[in-house]
């Protein structure tokens, strides 16, 4: 569900967390192609949580198109390499309680950037208009 990603994008650091409990954490990680899962296994303090979302709102159009010509490919040849995403803002409210009573409320906004599809071609090729 958006909003609820952590994107590995070197080279930033955008996935941080501290463990605020007495217990060891266990991290189990699996990369399956282009993905990769973390799994989290500790003791329980009594936790709970219940969040909410603003589903994906705010959308922002994909740019035009960039062409970029490259030497390797035929006069004639044009590839696309990139798509177009568009952009968008998604919220999340999270309240945890420990013990019945509420621990700590947080919000975390996730603002994806829009971009546009990306295409190659040969030198000498003649570009879309």
Do not use: C
Not at 4 to 10: I, K
Not at 46 to 56: D, F, H, S
Not at 66 to 73: A, F, S, T, V
Not at 88 to 100: D, E, H, Q
Request: glycine share 8%; charged share 20%.
């Amino acid at each position: 569900m958006a909003g609820l990603d952590a994107t590995v994008y070197f080279p930033l650091v955008d996935l941080k967390f501290v463990n605020d409990t007495p217990y060891w954490l266990l991290m189990e990680t699996y990369v399956y192609g282009y993905s990769l899962t973390w799994k989290f296994y500790s003791t329980s303090d009594g936790r709970t949580v219940e969040w909410n979302t603003t589903g994906i709102t705010d959308i922002v159009e994909p740019p035009e198109p960039i062409y970029r010509e490259n030497p390797d490919l035929p006069t004639g040849t044009i590839e696309q390499v990139d798509w177009p995403v568009e952009g968008a803002t998604v919220i999340i409210n999270r309240t945890v309680y420990k013990n019945g009573a509420v621990y700590f409320t947080d919000t975390f906004r996730t603002d994806y950037v829009p971009w546009g599809a990306i295409y190659e071609y040969g030198p000498g090729t003649e570009i879309p208009q």
